[in-house]
């Protein structure tokens, strides 16, 4: 498909306006803060499963999330490993879910403990999803999750995702087996704009990797996007006329690219300039804002599917640097 976007030089200085809302790091320090995990909320459970695989230890995921919802997921380790172990916290794509116990090994073949978050209420575009999201949008909601509690930031469904991942980096770094200093957070599309998220919500991180990431500059992707999902929210314009300021509000708070202004891990981006869902131009406002140290491989002739295998082979390459690059940390428990 030929590119609509900007060009890549273009894309490489590109700086919109885009400023931050009024109260944005108050907003996410009150949501976590009353979110905290504790005792009523339950703790953390792992139960060992027979995913047939002699070589990877899976582990079969609960972990408390938004007001102590129950969060699913996979957690893969290398069988036999010992010593603490880096860790990788994937998040999906949207539609996504967790999926079955045998797969996505790469993390943990490379030697890493893997956790891969279950989205809330997805699981019905691509492998199967076991979390539910207990709230319910409210009613002229487009289908989707763009718009589920648009109305206000602290009815929206990103805030209660964004809560869970977090939630999720905090339960690895309590793992007896995973050293907290070496963490890294990644995901493709929505996941690399969940991972953007926590890479500005979490300090301490040892990297984060987004790929062709959903959630940046999501007013200029709204007004793009040809395919969905942003197209959502056009959708959602289309019918509610007088509420395209207040609905950008809202999304102000969940865009990835004002999250990645207060990130300070190293980053490792992928982008594909031919992308027609996340355009490369919201996904470099993203980039261009990151704080961190940072790095970026430019797919110039891919879509959305960005560098696929390409790319996971950068990363194995990048993890591994950045790791050995590290002092051990606290969590070499003995």
Same mark, same amino acid.
């Given at each position: 498909?030929?590119?609509?976007?900007?060009?890549?030089?273009?894309?490489?200085?590109?700086?919109?306006?885009?400023?931050?809302?009024?109260?944005?790091? @108050?907003?996410?320090?009150?949501?976590?803060?009353?979110?905290?995990?504790?005792?009523?909320?339950?703790?953390?459970?792992?139960?060992?499963?027979?995913?047939?695989?002699?070589?990877?230890?899976?582990?079969?995921?609960?972990?408390?999330?938004?007001?102590?919802?129950?969060?699913?997921?996979?957690?893969?380790?290398?069988?036999?490993?010992?010593?603490?172990?880096?860790?990788?916290?994937?998040?999906?794509?949207?539609?996504?879910?967790?999926?079955?116990?045998?797969?996505?090994?790469?993390?943990?073949?490379?030697?890493?403990?893997?956790?891969?978050?279950?989205?809330?209420?997805?699981?019905?575009?691509?492998?199967?999803?076991?979390?539910?999201?207990?709230?319910?949008?409210? /009613?002229?909601?487009?289908?989707?999750?763009?718009?589920?509690?648009?109305?206000?930031?602290?009815?929206?469904?990103?805030?209660?995702?964004?809560?869970? @991942?977090?939630?999720?980096?905090?339960?690895m770094r309590a793992h007896p087996e995973v050293d907290p200093t070496r963490i890294v957070v990644t995901?493709?599309?929505?996941?690399?704009?969940?991972?953007?998220?926590?890479?500005?919500?979490?300090?301490?991180?040892?990297?984060?990797?987004?790929?062709?990431?959903?959630?940046?500059?999501?007013?200029?992707?709204?007004?793009?996007?040809?395919?969905?999902?942003?197209?959502?929210?056009?959708?959602?314009?289309?019918?509610?006329?007088?509420?395209?300021?207040?609905?950008?509000?809202?999304?102000?708070?969940?865009?990835?690219?004002?999250?990645?202004?207060?990130?300070?891990?190293?980053?490792?981006?992928?982008?594909?300039?031919?992308?027609?869902?996340?355009?490369?131009?919201?996904?470099?406002?993203?980039?261009?804002?990151? /704080?961190?140290?940072?790095?970026?491989?430019v797919y110039e002739f891919n879509g959305h599917e960005g560098g696929t295998e390409h790319h996971r082979?950068?990363?194995?390459?990048?993890?591994?640097?950045?790791?050995?690059?590290?002092?051990?940390?606290?969590?070499?428990?003995?």
């Amino acid at each position: 498909m030929p590119s609509t976007d900007l060009s890549l030089a273009e894309c490489r200085t590109y700086q919109p306006d885009l400023p931050l809302p009024e109260g944005f790091d @108050a907003f996410w320090r009150d949501t976590l803060r009353a979110e905290a995990p504790g005792e009523e909320r339950g703790r953390p459970r792992f139960e060992l499963v027979d995913s047939g695989l002699i070589h990877v230890r899976t582990y079969d995921v609960s972990i408390p999330g938004y007001d102590g919802q129950p969060v699913r997921g996979w957690l893969r380790m290398p069988a036999g490993a010992s010593g603490p172990l880096g860790c990788i916290v994937e998040f999906l794509g949207y539609g996504r879910g967790r999926g079955l116990a045998h797969e996505q090994l790469t993390w943990a073949c490379a030697g890493y403990a893997h956790l891969v978050m279950d989205t809330r209420g997805q699981g019905w575009s691509a492998a199967t999803g076991d979390t539910p999201d207990p709230h319910t949008g409210t /009613a002229g909601t487009v289908p989707g999750f763009l718009t589920r509690g648009i109305e206000d930031p602290s009815t929206h469904y990103y805030r209660r995702v964004f809560t869970d @991942a977090v939630r999720c980096v905090e339960a690895m770094r309590a793992h007896p087996e995973v050293d907290p200093t070496r963490i890294v957070v990644t995901g493709v599309s929505q996941g690399g704009g969940i991972a953007l998220a926590v890479a500005g919500l979490v300090p301490g991180l040892a990297g984060v990797m987004p790929d062709v990431p959903f959630l940046c500059n999501i007013p200029r992707a709204s007004r793009i996007a040809a395919v969905p999902p942003y197209t959502e929210v056009a959708s959602y314009l289309q019918l509610h006329r007088d509420r395209t300021a207040s609905a950008f509000r809202t999304l102000s708070y969940f865009d990835a690219a004002h999250h990645a202004t207060r990130a300070t891990a190293p980053g490792l981006f992928s982008i594909a300039m031919m992308d027609d869902i996340c355009p490369p131009s919201t996904c470099f406002t993203a980039y261009n804002r990151y /704080a961190g140290p940072k790095d970026v491989r430019v797919y110039e002739f891919n879509g959305h599917e960005g560098g696929t295998e390409h790319h996971r082979a950068e990363q194995l390459a990048w993890v591994r640097a950045l790791f050995d690059g590290l002092p051990a940390g606290p969590a070499a428990r003995s």
